[in-house]
């Protein structure tokens, strides 16, 4: 049914934004034997996992969602990563569900992403700059890099316990850093006490209506059934798209740079849409928002189908894609300006397009200057002490 194609769409960019958002955050903190961990995990040349993941209340544009997926991954520091998942697709009733498949690959020698949808014969290509490419590496709650993010936050073990029949030690974090302070958060991982390797993890999140995303979105991921330094051959690698598959755009979608450029664009693309600037920078909110916006001038898919009427998938997606890859951009580069400590700040809750002069977003660029995006959505670099004062003019919240 044409129906389940553009929901399948919407599936996989909050699927893939909730992901980002795991992965892409980091804070301060340190550990011992959890880094003790991450050294033994490194040293893994090929390994894989089962995922399976429950997404409940979510809406992302006009569409309620619950889904459930399950994963097999692959994954090679010499060849890149493959996912292979099955779900089901819950209407918005609640009373029928429409398989989903597809086989998603990242690949290391070439900079790029392909997904294959085969329930509806459909493929997209993403080609990456260096950056984003090592960033997309870590989507999926790689166990490395939940590892690492753990340690980025404050966590605390749970002891030694048995799992599936393994001693094992646990560790566990409610830190809200975990995902950029967007909702709560509850991540454990067992680490074997042989090994000192992962053999299951959890993931529980839960992100309010002021996401945007529904009454209380839910997402729960178990990361389970490790193999560590199993044999992988190139084959493995090597996408197969049918010939009576099409793309779900015109051709490759170039990943955004993570750089000014690229926030100023996503900026002057969400005010021009809406009037306003995105209140918050973090990855989910904005993919959400970009939905909307993207489709703001379309009937409703829900209208559409009461309707007895076909939605335009591919006119669909390429507003969808075209809207998000740019604000996609500006919330992966505010990302990295915090991954990398360089204390950024934001402001569209209280700065619109009218407030030319004030503070939009602001970010340390040496010991004492900061880059400075306006109202106006011009840059400038000023000293700490010119923004200090400038800082001081902000409207009241």
């Known amino acids: 049914m044409k129906r389940s194609i553009a929901t399948v769409i919407i599936v996989v960019a909050v699927t893939v934004a909730c992901i980002v958002a795991l992965t892409l955050w980091r804070g301060t903190g340190s550990g011992l034997a959890l880094a003790d961990v991450l050294t033994q995990i490194q040293q893994v040349n090929a390994y894989m996992y089962q995922m399976s993941m429950t997404v409940t209340d979510a809406t992302f544009g006009d569409e309620p969602m619950n889904v459930k997926t399950h994963t097999t991954a692959l994954i090679s520091e010499e060849w890149g990563m493959k996912m292979t998942t099955e779900a089901d697709e819950v209407t918005p009733d609640a009373q029928s569900t429409a398989p989903i498949s597809q086989e998603m690959y990242v690949l290391a020698r070439q900079n790029k992403a392909i997904t294959i949808m085969h329930g509806q014969k459909k493929y997209m290509e993403i080609d990456f700059n260096d950056v984003a490419f090592e960033e997309t590496r870590k989507e999926n709650s790689d166990p490395r890099a939940m590892v690492e993010e753990i340690l980025a936050c404050d966590y605390v073990s749970l002891g030694r316990s048995t799992v599936d029949g393994i001693e094992v030690e646990g560790f566990q974090t409610t830190d809200p850093n975990y995902i950029g302070g967007a909702g709560q958060v509850d991540v454990r991982i067992w680490v074997d006490v042989k090994t000192q390797l992962p053999v299951r993890s959890e993931i529980d999140v839960e992100m309010g209506k002021a996401m945007g995303l529904g009454e209380e979105m839910h997402m729960q991921m178990v990361l389970h059934d490790f193999q560590w330094d199993v044999s992988v051959d190139a084959s493995e690698f090597e996408p197969v798209i049918p010939d009576d598959y099409t793309t779900l755009a015109d051709g490759p979608i170039k990943m955004p740079a993570m750089n000014e450029e690229t926030a100023l664009e996503g900026l002057r693309l969400f005010a021009d849409s809406s009037g306003a600037y995105p209140e918050k920078l973090d990855l989910m909110t904005l993919l959400s928002q970009a939905s909307d916006l993207a489709t703001k001038d379309m009937p409703s898919m829900r209208e559409l189908v009461e309707q ?46 009218e407030d030319e002069d004030q503070v939009l977003m602001r970010w340390k660029v040496s010991e004492t200057e900061y880059r400075v995006i306006f109202g106006s959505l011009h840059a400038e ?9 400038l800082e001081k003019t902000l409207p009241e919240q």
């Open 308 to 353: 007895g009427k076909e939605v335009d998938v591919d006119a669909r997606t390429q507003a969808m894609i075209e809207a998000m890859m740019p604000i996609q951009g500006l919330g992966m580069f505010y990302m990295l300006l915090t991954q990398e400590q360089k204390d950024p700040a934001y402001y569209g809750d209280i700065v619109t397009p």
């Open 381 to 389: 670099t000023v000293t700490a002490d010119v923004l200090a004062e």
